[in-house]
């Protein structure tokens, strides 16, 4: 059975950083790529980054250049180390699986959800 668990989320203050952690189990790496979403309040889920079966990565636009999305040599954990944190980068963060990241701007493309992890960015 896939699954999905995200972990690391938290407060933090403006320009700071947070490293979100999603752990699969049940499959590793090799078989799926991982996309990294985030829904804030009154709003629709959005992708923000994905890494490919083969390490590709893609990010949005909004998360270009402070976010990065990594994995563990093991392919069994997948980063996303989020520096120079902003006020709107706050939302609740979910990991999901799909064959490729191939339109993961859409996240109903993606299964096996997480069950989120909030990160809330404030002073």
């Known amino acids: 059975q896939v699954q999905l668990v995200e972990s690391g989320g938290g407060l933090v203050q403006p320009g700071g950083s947070l490293r979100l952690s999603c752990a699969a189990s049940g499959f590793t790496l090799d078989d799926y790529a991982i996309g990294w979403f985030r829904q804030a309040p009154g709003k629709q889920r959005e992708g923000v980054s994905c890494?490919?079966?083969?390490?590709?990565?893609y990010y949005a636009d909004s998360v270009k250049g402070r976010f990065t999305i990594s994995r563990d040599g093991a392919k069994i954990t997948v980063y996303l180390q989020m520096n120079s944190l902003k006020p709107e980068d706050t939302a609740v963060y979910y990991c999901a699986a799909r064959s490729s990241c191939a339109g993961y701007g859409q996240p109903s493309r993606f299964g096996s959800w997480g069950q989120g992890t909030q990160v809330t960015v404030s002073s």
């Open positions: 890494i490919s079966r083969s390490g590709n990565t």
